[in-house]
């Protein structure tokens, strides 16, 4: 029988599975961070349950951190009893925190592959939709809720519905591989199949278009996932993969072994069949930048602001939401992407701060400075990525082109820390989500890639970042 | 089950709009009720009332993980959430704390249900009944884990 990468590893994780009924699935790795888990706790606590596996359970501080210097202490009290509340529980259940000090601290989703925490053919689950990064790993990845966080804790184990599967075919070679990027290719794909195109589906990104993506790119890509309703993306995993993971801090020690395995067994079987399949040119794609308040509102950097009609396409329902889009974002329709002015720069996020993410940036910043109309920042994705990002210069290149240079964090992706847009303020953002007061309320945000922020935040306004490499 | 309708008439109406991500570090369900749906009717914490129903179009709940979204909801007091369709962790979220119903229907009967009309919601029968106007309407019935989990009254005594 044919079987897809996600199948096979569904199948490998089943604890118990009846004829309609739901499965019971184990879990591999659970990841926790400050936000999403203090009423797990709680309920541990109340039943007087243990953490099942703390030895399979790791947790970081990265949402409402501070992003400046952290030798000062915290204004934000609730932040602070936050922080400090993960800090206890992880003491008092046996579970390893990379706290706020920690060299290894950092976005969630950013540290658990670099530190080989991730692992092809398993099942990671963390309380943050955006656990679907680390699908590009060849993992079934997936977002939680608290009572689910709750659930692992005292079980390693989750119910769940077996969700569908979804092909996501990329075909032909982008155009332009440094200023057409994974973002590009990822805004593309929801613009085209809708943010709930994906619900009730786990997508499997394929094709020569995907292969030829290093992995941080890949991320990028099964990052957003949720964008398009699905609660995880994968793509299987080769030897760009195997590379990726090798001697990483918790890379397991027989490795090699496990190499062995997962190149004997995970792929989507020859003539495997999906139950829906989407397929993508990439050579079409240009640059993209969103001008709405969702991630499928996007258009062409060539283009313009579509009118309501153009965008709803006779749907009344779309044909509203986008009227009040553009009146959210204060944008008039067939306006010039390019023409749109921007107010600040966010180089940041789960989807796009990683090192290559920031060596890109650089390259177009450099020699360079910031638009005197603009404020710009970088937050690295980890503490680790700032690092290595500063053992190469790029802290200097930014800084010098006056970019503020801060320390890791989820920052102004969701606005829970004091780094938000003012009301009105209009932001190109290498961030997930542009809904509305996503970045703080009343503020714009403009989803986009690092080159395409970083060349922005020069010209002062979007451009076609293709003319800038 | 029965109350009165909010109604949006929107898509997507995204979890950092029921409740913005500043206000995730709140741990009491109260005070974290007050902000419900800030980002879209900073009114709705002062116009709801227990038991009533909110009414929407597709994809409700869609982006972040956070349960806060339920939870401020049903703090509020909303029983149920009556949508085209849900984002699935919301919708998990929704069933697993025990927090509010979440249920589907067809864009028709979606386009039927109007702001304030009182309904009385059956998940045995699957039917919702408009007493304002005097209409009946089916929902989608759950599906097999979902149902159990809410008879069971939420994740944790599911299968106990
Ligand atoms: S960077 Fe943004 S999307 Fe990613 S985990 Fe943090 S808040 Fe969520």
Redesign the pocket.
């Known amino acids: 029988m044919t079987e897809t990468l996600f199948e096979k590893i569904w199948n490998s994780h089943v604890v118990v599975e009846r004829d309609d009924e739901p499965s019971l699935i184990y879990i591999d790795r659970h990841l926790i961070?400050e936000v999403t888990s203090p009423q797990a706790f709680d309920g541990l606590r109340v039943n007087n349950r243990k953490v099942r596996r703390p030895d399979l359970t790791v947790a970081t501080i990265?949402?409402n951190v501070p992003t400046t210097d952290r030798s000062l202490p915290m204004i934000d009290e609730t932040s602070s009893t936050q922080i400090k509340t993960l800090e206890k529980n992880c003491k008092d259940f046996g579970i390893k925190l990379f706290g706020i000090n920690d060299p290894n601290q950092g976005?969630?989703?950013v540290i658990g592959p670099q530190l080989g925490i991730t692992l092809p053919g398993s099942t990671i689950v963390c309380g943050?939709?955006?656990t679907s990064t680390q699908g590009a790993f060849g993992a079934f990845a997936f977002g939680i809720g608290t009572s689910e966080v709750e659930h692992t804790l005292a079980t390693q184990t989750l119910w769940l519905e077996k969700p569908k599967t979804f092909e996501i075919l990329a075909t032909g070679k982008r155009k332009n591989s440094f200023a057409v990027t994974s973002k590009d290719i990822i805004l593309s794909i929801i613009k085209q199949i809708g943010t709930d195109g994906g619900t009730g589906h786990v997508l499997e990104y394929r094709g020569d278009a995907i292969s030829d993506l290093s992995m941080e790119q890949r991320m990028t890509i099964c990052?957003m996932s949720i964008e398009a309703g699905s609660r995880a993306g994968l793509i299987a995993p080769d030897e760009k993969t195997f590379d990726y993971l090798n001697n990483r801090k918790y890379t397991p020690k027989n490795y090699d072994d496990l190499v062995d395995d997962w190149k004997n067994n995970l792929m989507t079987d020859a003539n495997s069949k999906f139950d829906k399949t989407f397929t993508i040119d990439v050579e079409k794609i240009e640059p993209q930048v969103s001008w709405g308040t969702n991630p499928a509102m996007v258009s062409d950097v060539t283009s313009k602001v579509p009118t309501p009609e153009e965008f709803g396409n006779n749907n009344e329902i779309q044909i509203e939401s986008a009227k009040k889009a553009l009146s959210y974002m204060d944008l008039k329709p067939d306006t010039p992407i390019v023409d749109i002015p921007i107010d600040r720069v966010f180089i940041?996020?789960?989807?796009n701060?990683r090192l290559e993410d920031l060596k890109d940036a650089a390259e177009i910043v450099k020699g360079k400075t910031v638009n005197s109309a603009v404020s710009a920042m970088v937050v690295p994705?980890s503490q680790m990525v700032k690092l290595q990002a500063e053992e190469l210069g790029l802290d200097r290149i930014f800084k010098d082109a006056n970019f503020e240079w801060r320390e890791s964090?989820?920052?102004m992706?969701?606005g829970?820390n004091p780094d938000i847009l003012k009301p009105g303020e209009r932001c190109a953002s290498t961030?997930?989500?542009n809904f509305e007061g996503r970045q703080g309320s009343g503020g714009r945000t403009h989803l986009v890639s690092p080159v395409m922020a970083a060349a922005s935040a020069i010209a002062g306004h979007f451009v076609d970042v293709r003319e800038w490499c | 089950m029965i109350g009165n309708v909010i109604k949006y008439e929107q898509d997507n109406i995204d979890t950092d709009v029921i409740i913005p991500?500043t206000y995730l570090k709140i741990h009491d369900y109260n005070e974290l009720a007050t902000h419900a749906m800030e980002g879209l009717d900073p009114d709705f914490p002062s116009k709801v009332k227990d038991g009533d129903f909110i009414v929407a179009g597709k994809n409700f709940g869609c982006g972040?993980s956070r349960e806060h979204a339920p939870i401020a909801l049903s703090t509020c007091g909303i029983k149920a959430v009556i949508a085209v369709s849900f984002a699935r962790i919301f919708y998990r979220n929704s069933v697993d704390g025990a927090f509010l119903l979440p249920i589907e229907v067809d864009e028709e009967t979606y386009k039927k249900i109007s702001n304030s009309d009182s309904l009385e919601i059956n998940i045995e029968t699957n039917e919702i009944k408009n007493i304002t106007k005097n209409e009946t309407y089916s929902m989608k019935p759950f599906s097999e884990i979902i149902a159990q989990i809410i008879s069971a009254g939420g994740l944790f005594k599911y299968k106990k």
Do not use: E
């Open positions: 961070h990265d949402h976005i969630v989703h943050d939709s955006h990052n940041g996020s789960c989807t701060a994705g964090g989820c920052s992706c969701l829970m961030s997930n989500r | 991500g972040s």
